[in-house]
T-cell receptor, first 112, second 112 residues
Framework: GAVVSQHPSWVICKSGTSVKIECRSL??????MFWYRQFPKQSLMLMAT?????????EQGVEKDKFLINHASLTLSTLTVTSAHPEDSSFYIC????????FGPGTRLLVL | QQQVKQSPQSLIVQKGGISIINCAYE??????FPWYQQFPGKGPALLIA?????SEKKEGRFTISFNKSAKQFSLHIMDSQPGDSATYFC???????????FGAGTRLFVKA
């Protein structure tokens, strides 16, 4: 199957700082990528749809000014958590693909 | 109408037993039904998938049964092994892909 990478795999930051997470499709081009958030023992919560060359589409209740998404190329989407707070601590996962979703390995964010 | 309902929430099975996870959907526009397997701290990975024109698909110990009229599908894991212990998500997407809808997940534990 296709491969999606994420970087970093984990990050610890202080409250108030911004954190950027990269999602790359290594062997396919992705005009659309998805960003999810997952709390322990819970399902995948879709945060936003990242569209190459245009604005991201955010799910209801997700603050677009807090979770900035950029999809500048067909192989790279980035999620920036701005002014992170402890409640933003979570496991963030991206995916790409048309029908089958190929997921990245996830990024664990801990905000102190 | 966009939901995919998954049950049970958790499942404990003896080694060698059969694990069965069920999902139901309402939107008849769904055309692709994958199952994903997720190990702790990792991103989900495609396990097996089916389209509604087929009633059953088998890959090794994993079988999807699909009932189009009832709008239900299930995953059967034969000869369950401790290494199968993971969280399983059913999903559905419309023809042409785009947004995949995920079930809430089932945490499977296979006792040795």
């Amino acid at each position: 199957g296709a491969v999606v990478s994420q970087h970093p795999s984990w990050v610890i930051c202080k409250s108030g700082t911004s954190v950027k997470i990269e999602c790359r499709s290594l062997d396919f081009q992705a005009t659309t990528m998805f960003w999810y958030r997952q709390f322990p023992k819970q399902s995948l919560m879709l945060m936003a749809t990242s569209n190459e060359g245009s604005k991201a589409t955010y799910e209801q209740g997700v603050e677009k000014d807090k979770f900035l998404i950029n999809h500048a190329s067909l192989t790279l989407s980035t999620l920036t958590v701005t002014s992170a707070h402890p409640e933003d601590s979570s496991f963030y996962i991206c995916s790409g693909g048309v029908e089958t979703q190929y997921f990245g390995p996830g990024t664990r964010l801990l905000v102190l | 109408q966009q939901q995919v309902k998954q049950s049970p929430q958790s499942l404990i099975v003896q080694k060698g037993g059969i694990s069965i996870i069920n999902c139901a959907y309402e939107n008849t526009a769904f055309d692709y039904f994958p199952w994903y397997q997720q190990f702790p701290g990792k991103g989900p990975a495609l396990l097996i998938a089916i389209r509604p024109d087929v009633s059953e698909k088998k890959e090794g110990r994993f079988t999807i049964s699909f009932n189009k009229s009832a709008k239900q599908f299930s995953l059967h894991i034969m000869d369950s092994q401790p290494g199968d212990s993971a969280t399983y998500f059913c999903a559905a997407s419309p023809a042409g892909g785009f947004k995949t809808i995920f079930g809430a997940g089932t945490r499977l534990f296979v006792k040795a």
